[in-house]
């Protein structure tokens, strides 16, 4: 549950928003397959043209989809914090306001799953010891990294707060939001086996890459998606979100009581100012000293 808003989080609150906003969610991902499908594509007529492709190339779908998974992010965001979005708006939105957050992330993601490839293929090559080592680390730092992105990118999407902030809390609610992360990669893997299974079940290759994009074209993104962020969110609600809106109203309080104070003439301080300087009244849902009052009306007649 929510500690913030008491909303019951759980499976059957997941598949009720998912399937009440399915018809406009399946909008949402084929606004993001489209250039998918060009970028796969492009990369088909490139193994035609010029035969395999290295890994460096391949892998470069994932910063130059990242604008477009800005844009899926929003939208799944939105649906997460139970807020009405429209499909093209807001998707489109998510693209313009994040999209460098999310190459600028993207890259890092992009280095990492390289350099994994690298070191699985070095290690079968050439198994050594050494080379063990460096793919534990390498996948190890990759996990992190990857529990990391499972706030990072929301909370991009629904803070207005710095790149620095943001990667410094994604880091901090690892552990703040364990289970729930937890949660992310159990639901990601069954999905997965899920997949394969399916696949796997189909005899014929080419029935099977058919079945496989049509599914990526009207389901998969978004749904993967909306995983992660539905499980995210509730972290960062708590942790991030509600301290941060809280602040905020603090701050407006704080502003609004200085104009109110700021607007009160010397006619409208006088009255309580007569009396003991050491004594306290009553100004504006505060206690002040009357000597305060004294300043105040000072300051006031010094501008006058």
Not at 11 to 31: C, E, P, Q
Not at 107 to 115: D, H, Q
Not at 141 to 155: D, I, P
Not at 239 to 262: G, S, W
Request: proline share 3%.
């Amino acid at each position: 549950m929510s500690a913030t808003t008491g909303r019951k989080y759980g499976i059957s609150d997941f598949f009720s928003s998912y399937m009440s906003n399915f018809g406009r969610l399946m909008i949402v991902n084929m606004l993001f397959s489209l250039p998918l499908a060009v970028l796969v594509g492009g990369l088909a007529l490139l193994m035609v043209n010029f035969g395999e492709l290295s890994w460096f190339v391949i892998f470069l779908v994932i910063p130059l989809m990242s604008p477009f998974f800005a844009g899926l992010t929003n939208v799944c965001r939105k649906l997460a914090a139970e807020k009405r979005f429209r499909p093209v708006r807001d998707f489109f939105r998510g693209v313009k306001e994040n999209w460098l957050f999310f190459f600028i992330n993207s890259i890092f993601f992009y280095a990492l799953t390289v350099g994994m490839f690298m070191m699985i293929n070095i290690n079968r090559e050439a198994a050594s010891g050494a080379v063990t080592i460096y793919l534990i680390i390498m996948a190890l730092t990759s996990l992190v990294f990857l529990m990391m992105e499972f706030s990072a990118l929301v909370m991009a999407a629904s803070v207005d707060i710095g790149f620095t902030d943001i990667l410094r809390n994604s880091l901090v609610l690892i552990g703040k939001g364990i289970t729930n992360h937890l949660k992310t990669l159990f639901a990601l893997l069954f999905a997965a086996f899920m997949l394969y299974t399916i696949i796997a079940t189909i005899p014929s290759i080419v029935v099977s890459l058919i079945v496989v994009g049509v599914l990526t074209f009207l389901l998969l993104p978004a749904l993967l998606t909306y995983i992660v962020v539905y499980n995210s969110y509730q972290t960062i609600e708590k942790h991030v979100i509600m301290p941060y809106r809280r602040q905020t109203e603090k701050e407006e309080q704080i502003r609004l009581e200085k104009e109110k104070e700021d607007s009160l003439t010397v006619d409208d301080l006088l009255p309580l100012s007569k009396g003991d300087p050491e004594e306290y009244v009553f100004l504006n849902g505060k206690t002040l000293k009357r000597r305060t009052i004294l300043k105040m009306i000072e300051v006031r007649q010094n501008k006058e």
